[in-house]
């Protein structure tokens, strides 16, 4: 064989196998393994991303849908632990490493619906743990926050802000804040989907081998991840493989990502709202008191 055959067909492999591992060439798999809702909302999330129509979780489009408070009760997941749900374990400060949760006070708690999700979550995990290569029972939800007060969330986006500004100062300041809104809410005329504790931030953990279930870089104030958004291309086929068993399981129990970061999950809250075509959303921001 010459040469330029032998090129070419190394030229075929390695395009065929780069196809295979973009987000972009294809739909969504596994079709059949999950109910109809949870298959087209992953789908139509994922052509979003594609075609550069996703909404933040700040634009107009997400801000329109109003909110009609349900009164619903928060719950604390330390007070519930399961070994298949159970926040990361504590950082000697908030927000210390990724491994870790976010460490407030207020970072294990969410809506009740929120943690019936969660557990109706597992039962999927285990449904299509053969399928992504894990038994069942093996794999447990890691929480790294849920509700988080205004005065967190300002900081953080504030931090945000700034990490960009210093990366990029080139940047007005306007670009920064809008650079910013795409991984951090904004708390000026707006409802962080984290402060009404519809918001979660999870990672899939491996019982077997005690160890988190790559899926690529987690989290976005640790500096820049090019990998935050779920349908980011440049993971390995395991990263997306995995990413799409979390996706697959969340949908399935009506958790919907914010797919700006593959990590963020919601529902009730405008951004869930949206995705699924309800009318309102039912929760507003969480008054905490004082101390907790
Ligand atoms: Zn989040």
Redesign the pocket.
Known sequence: MSHLKILFLIFIMVSSSIAQASWEANRMPYQTLVPEGAYSLLENQRQAFVEGKLPKIADAVIKSVPIEESGEKIVDIRTLPTPRIAMMPDPKTPSGPPDCNAGSPESSMVRGTVYKKLEAMVDELDKLAPTFGFQKGQVAIRV??GL?SLETQREVFDDKVREIQAAHPEFTHETCIEEASKWVSPVKNNVP??STGA???IRLYDLHTNTYIDMGKFGVIWGENPHAPTFSEGLTPEQRHHRTFLLMAAASVGLVN?PF?W????TGDRYAAYWLKHQKAVYGSVVLPSKL
Not at 263 to 266: G, L, N
């Open positions: 790294y926050e988080r989907a984290h918001a979660i931030d914010y970061e990590w963020h999950f919601s």
